[in-house]
């Protein structure tokens, strides 16, 4: 079919981001205005805007399914996206579409449920040969049981929710005592984060990297992948930093992975977006853990590396068109990095940071691109997740990748609130992180400092405590005045000139 019209159930950058794929397709948007957000950014991409304002529904906006079909129906959309988080793998959701005829921009809700279920998922990779750590062969009932399969495999062991994600209703075992507790703790956080208390068990690999491969299907029987990104940048479970594609993997190891990913795809003839992950140990051995069945938040590393619109392939596969390449076709070109900002405060534990962004500048450059769904003005609420920006930089190679990167981190602004931009400094900036030698343990066990400090930060600091002062008294603040313009020097301005001297 052709899509002509497209619901986005979702906000933020992406929201603008398909906004930007749609309309290089013809295709009218349609964006969810909400009490929550009455004035985001978002909203001025879309072609029309849904009036969620007034809705008094107990469920929250983007996770209320009939509330998104209605709109949908009214709206006369074709399509609904959904982006990633929220309803994205939500096999409810992808049913009700089809019953309602309307395309869902991702997998069929059977393919959605066999890969959201991490159980079925793992039995489906046995069957096809992809590598897997030894565990349970289905979910485990009882503590007892799961104290047999651990003796079994031997310690340390994890659980893990079997319709889980993020991190939540995972638990490290170390010995066998600790495993009544950690069942009671996993299963009652499962069943509160997804409502499935289900678990399973499996060996715990210490400090793997975390490597996921891109993967497309059509509904005619094609595959290909396109490469990996390297995702160990990790605080508890949590990704902060990726990058394309792996220092870790030749070219060998590379199209083994990637034909294994293949084979998990086509064990339910997927078709659209996809990404499988992987564990990756010391010695090289990979093993599959999970499928994401929709688009992620790292996809623009891809794209950089690969020149290809993830959302557009998204959206024409989804349709029923063929892939338009194959894989001899896919070619990684450079490297990328992408550092998510956050509206957090690295010094007080990554808490969220809320409040109005008064002034938001972004480094421009032929190497860098911003995904963001804020502006001057912008509120960071409490409602939503704390990620306000992604930095995406591509370069030749990884040394100058990491180091455009910093350039462009140093040239990022955001004023009003506090953000992950010093911890992402503090990383790019780590003699380990520049060697590629880390894992998913790196913040915990590498960093002693989680945010950067440059040669003159101290002198900055004493810098603005003194322009703070002389603004707040009423004398001659003629060192602070620009004559020629007849005003104030911003203090932004007098920082920049400080730091080129």
């Known amino acids: 079919m052709k899509v002509k019209s497209l619901l986005i159930a979702n906000r933020g950058e992406i929201a603008i981001r398909i906004c930007e794929t749609a309309k290089k397709m013809g295709i009218k948007t349609y964006g969810i205005k909400t009490p929550k957000e009455p004035?985001?950014?978002?909203?001025?991409?879309?072609?029309?805007?849904?009036?969620?304002?007034?809705?008094?529904?107990?469920?929250?906006?983007f996770l209320d399914v009939e509330r998104l079909i209605e709109a949908a129906k009214t709206s006369k959309a074709d399509a609904i996206h959904p982006g990633y988080g929220f309803l994205s793998e939500n096999p409810y959701f992808a049913k009700r579409c089809e019953e309602e005829k309307i395309l869902f921009i991702g997998p069929s809700a059977d393919i959605i449920y066999k890969m959201g279920?991490?159980?079925?998922?793992?039995?489906?990779?046995?069957?096809?040969?992809?590598?897997?750590?030894q565990g349970s062969h289905s979910n485990v009932r009882n503590p007892e049981e799961a104290v047999k399969i651990a003796n079994k495999i031997g310690f340390p062991v994890i659980l893990k929710a079997a319709?889980?994600?993020?991190?939540?209703?995972?638990?490290?075992?170390?010995?066998?005592s600790q495993i009544e507790k950690m069942f009671r703790l996993a299963t009652s956080e499962a069943e509160k984060a997804f409502n499935d208390g289900s678990v399973f068990i499996e060996k715990y690999v210490r400090n793997p990297k975390h490597i996921e491969f891109q993967v497309f299907g059509d509904k005619h029987g094609n595959y290909i992948h396109l490469g990996e990104r390297e995702c160990s940048i990790q605080r508890k479970h949590q990704k902060l930093l990726e990058e394309a594609p792996s220092s870790a993997l030749n070219e060998a190891l590379r199209a083994e992975m990637g034909e294994a990913a293949i084979r998990i795809a086509k064990s339910v003839k997927y078709f659209t977006a996809g990404t499988v992950e992987f564990l990756l140990d010391d010695d090289k051995n990979y093993y599959f853990m999970e499928m994401n069945t929709r688009i992620q938040v790292e996809h623009p590393v891809?794209?950089?590396i690969t020149n290809l619109d993830l959302i557009e392939l998204q959206i024409k596969t989804a349709a029923g068109e063929e892939l338009p390449i194959k894989q001899e076709d896919v070619k990684l070109d450079g490297w990328a990095i992408e550092c998510r900002?956050?509206?957090?405060?690295?010094?007080?534990g990554f808490s969220p940071f809320l409040g109005v962004i008064e002034k938001v500048q972004f480094p421009k450059s032929k190497h860098i691109?911003?995904?963001t769904g804020i502006s001057d003005k912008s509120v960071v609420t409490p409602y939503f997740d704390s990620m306000i920006a992604k930095l995406i930089v591509h370069s030749e190679n990884r040394e100058k990748a990491i180091q455009n990167t910093i350039n462009a981190l140093?040239?990022?602004?955001?004023?009003?609130?506090?953000?992950?931009?010093?911890?992402?400094?503090?990383?790019l900036s780590h003699p380990k992180f520049k060697k590629g030698d880390f894992n998913t343990s790196f913040i915990e066990k590498e960093m002693k400092e989680m945010f950067y400090k440059g040669e003159n930060d101290e002198l900055l600091a004493a810098f603005f405590a003194t322009f703070n002062h002389a603004a707040s008294l009423e004398t001659d603040r003629s060192t602070f005045v620009d004559f020629e313009k007849g005003k104030n020097i911003s203090p932004w301005v007098l920082n920049k000139r400080l730091k080129s001297l």
């Open 302 to 304: 891809t794209e950089k």
């Open 341 to 348: 900002i956050n509206a957090e405060d690295v010094q007080a």
């Open 39 to 61: 004035n985001a950014y978002y909203l001025n991409f879309v072609d029309e805007v849904v009036d969620f304002s007034e809705d008094l529904e107990e469920i929250p906006e």
């Open 163 to 176: 319709a889980g994600g993020g991190g939540r209703g995972m638990r490290i075992v170390e010995k066998e």
């Open 117 to 133: 279920n991490k159980t079925i998922a793992k039995q489906l990779a046995r069957k096809h040969n992809v590598p897997l750590l």
């Open 369 to 371: 691109r911003i995904d």
């Open 410 to 427: 140093n040239k990022f602004w955001i004023k009003g609130i506090k953000t992950t931009i010093p911890f992402c400094k503090a990383v």
